[in-house]
């Protein structure tokens, strides 16, 4: 059962950046694609960023495309999102998924401020 713990969240100014990291316990982590998510309060989970076993591929909502970034390091077993000119409606609990799982994480909160 693969494991993750997300990091890298944070209050931040409008229009600032943060960069959130999904380390991934377990051995299955480079053949699998890998998302982050998130939730904001009153708010359905929804989808921000996908990345493909390959990591050439990658995919994004209108809402964040062109602002998030996401990228993974096979060799460290992780995933990272770069998000950048931040907006508050960006303001909720990111969580990092792999394809397959059921788990979720904890989450890392980012609190985006006007």
């Known amino acids: 059962q693969v494991q993750v713990v997300e990091s890298g969240g944070g209050l931040v100014q409008a229009g600032g950046s943060l960069r959130l990291s999904c380390a991934a316990s377990?051995?299955?982590?480079?053949?699998?694609?890998w998302h982050w998510f998130r939730q904001a309060p009153g708010k359905e989970r929804e989808l921000v960023a996908t990345?493909?076993?390959?990591?050439?591929?990658?995919y994004y909502p209108d809402s964040v495309k062109g602002r998030f970034t996401i990228s993974r390091d096979n060799t460290k077993k992780t995933v990272y999102l770069q998000m950048n000119i931040l907006k508050p409606e960006d303001t909720a609990i990111y969580y990092c998924k792999r394809s397959g799982s059921d788990y979720w994480g904890q989450g890392t909160q980012v609190t985006v401020s006007s």
């Open positions: 990345i493909l076993w390959s990591g050439r591929t990658t």
């Open positions: 377990g051995r299955t982590f480079s053949t699998y694609d």
